[in-house]
């Protein structure tokens, strides 16, 4: 089995403590950085080799603070990206090797000066700890001899934090990645696991998995058991989720865009004041920093939150859309503000996919091209479908529908043995036949107003809550588009 990862936070015993990983967070973001801009250096020249390249010259500057031992993690991790690039690079240049279809990039830096630079290391196996007690665990490890004698640490003492959460996995320890999340104010831990197996605890969860809890929400949502489910990726709900026994999530980013979009305007207000010659200053810095900061942790909570409750559903694989043929094809400025800037659909993906890794939940890509724009019922397409936002009408059956909803389902039908028929109105007079794909209602859903299996969700900061204007703003949005004689068209054609 693949190497696993278990997930904690920790949190600091003193200011003190916060003071001194800001600082060799700090360096070892620096480190890492200029690691890698000495191997760019390389690469660019035709002479040099990226992996004969002297480095040396950096312990002096970075040991003291970090250690040894983090020094040279942090360079055999960057190593390993150089070296996990060239073989993307050679199966790209290969015509017989179809894997690889995107042109690989060089390794990234840990950050930018526009939004900042994380407080980061990854620690090797053998110079961290972690103590599991009954009232408090802790996590330790080494830092440098000038941390050391600044912050009164003797010779073989380790820094030490508060780790909460339990291990998922057990096996050989591999080394952890910890870094500082300054909207939660707490340490992020994520510890590899070689050779895995599953806790006893994890494996006694998975076999009651409908009632697995939620973090950070206290909803009463409905975790029926499923064996599959769909994510759709939209444009004004991050993510729409349909499982195979007719249960979805509906969350809602368009309070969150706002702001994104409001701090943009800002940055580019603060640009334009700028005098000539000069491109950037503190407080565009800040701006920066704050706006990604915000879209991370949305993106971070709409992932973790759908995962756990695909895990409590009893869900072992999933089908979450690939957005590329569409945004190839369809392209206008809002829609790519959302799937680009705000969300980066890409990055999405992919802790889509390292969250997964962590509850052992098969995740699988599957092009989302059309399926918004196609009535899961009686296939109509084209000229037969209306859409006005949220809203989906087929005008071939009458059935009305959410967008994202109705693009769940078609995912999920069109690559998966499910059928339609969880989706079926078991009301005689209903003539929608899928009340559940109505526009998603408010929660607890209203006599009328949905399927009892919808939860529309909002994110006000810390957690996803009922949206209880969900319904009554697509209900005013369409009246007003309507009067106007507009229409916008989502990011699925």
């Known amino acids: 089995m693949d190497d696993r990862t278990n997930s904690y936070t920790a949190h600091f015993l003193s200011d003190e403590g916060k003071a001194l990983f800001g600082a060799f967070g700090s360096s070892s973001c620096a480190c890492y950085n200029q690691i890698n801009y000495t191997r760019w250096e390389a690469y660019l020249d035709p002479d040099e080799d990226v992996f004969e390249v002297d480095i040396r010259y950096l312990r002096e500057e970075y040991v003291p603070v970090i250690g040894s031992g983090t020094f040279d993690q942090l360079a055999r991790k960057n190593r390993m990206m150089w070296s996990s690039f060239f073989d993307l690079k050679a199966k790209y240049n290969n015509p017989s090797n179809t894997t690889v279809t995107d042109r690989p990039s060089p390794p990234g830096y840990w950050g930018n000066r526009r939004e900042g630079y994380p407080l980061r290391t990854i620690i090797r196996n053998d110079l961290y700890t972690l103590d599991w007690r009954e009232g408090r665990s802790y996590l330790e490890f080494t830092i440098g001899d000038a941390l050391k004698e600044k912050y009164g640490y003797g010779g073989n003492e380790k820094f030490r934090v508060e780790v909460r959460g339990e ?117 565009i810095r800040r701006l920066y920093a704050l706006r990604g900061r915000r879209r991370d942790h949305h993106r971070d909570s709409v992932v973790r939150f759908v995962v756990e409750w695909l895990v409590a559903c009893g869900v072992e694989e999933f089908i979450i859309g690939d957005l590329t043929d569409v945004l190839s094809t369809y392209w206008n400025a809002v829609v790519n503000e959302k799937t680009h800037a705000f969300w980066t659909h890409r990055q999405l993906i992919e802790r889509f996919e390292q969250v997964c890794e962590e509850f052992d939940l098969t995740l699988r890509e599957e092009s989302e091209a059309g399926t918004s724009s196609m009535c899961p019922m009686c296939q109509a397409d084209g000229n037969d479908i209306s859409r006005d936002r949220d809203v989906f009408d087929c005008l071939m059956c009458e059935w009305r529908g959410h967008a994202d909803i109705v693009g769940g389902i078609n995912l999920l039908t069109n690559t998966t043995d499910t059928t339609v028929e969880q989706w079926h109105s078991d009301r005689e007079d209903e003539r929608s036949y899928g009340s559940m794909a109505r526009p998603a209602a408010p929660f607890p859903v209203r006599d009328g107003d949905a399927h009892p299996n919808v939860a529309y969700l909002k994110w006000n900061d810390h957690r996803w809550i009922p949206s209880h204007r969900g319904r009554e703003r697509e209900q005013r949005d369409h009246r007003q588009r309507v009067a106007v004689g507009t229409n916008e068209d989502s990011v699925n054609p």
């Open 167 to 283: 291990p998922r996995w057990e096996g050989k320890d591999g080394w952890v990645i910890i870094w500082f999340d300054e909207d939660r104010n707490e340490l992020c831990v994520r510890q590899t696991v070689k050779q895995p197996t599953l806790t006893d605890r994890a494996q006694s969860s998975r076999s009651d998995q409908t009632h697995t809890p939620l973090r950070n929400t206290q909803l009463d949502i409905s975790t029926e058991p499923a064996t599959t489910a769909a994510v759709d990726i939209g444009a004004n709900n991050t993510a729409t989720i349909v499982t195979d026994t007719g249960t979805a999530l509906v969350f809602d980013a368009r309070t969150d865009f706002e702001h994104f979009h409001h701090l943009t305007t800002q940055i580019s207000d603060a640009q334009s004041e700028l005098p000539g010659g000069v491109y950037t200053s503190e407080r």
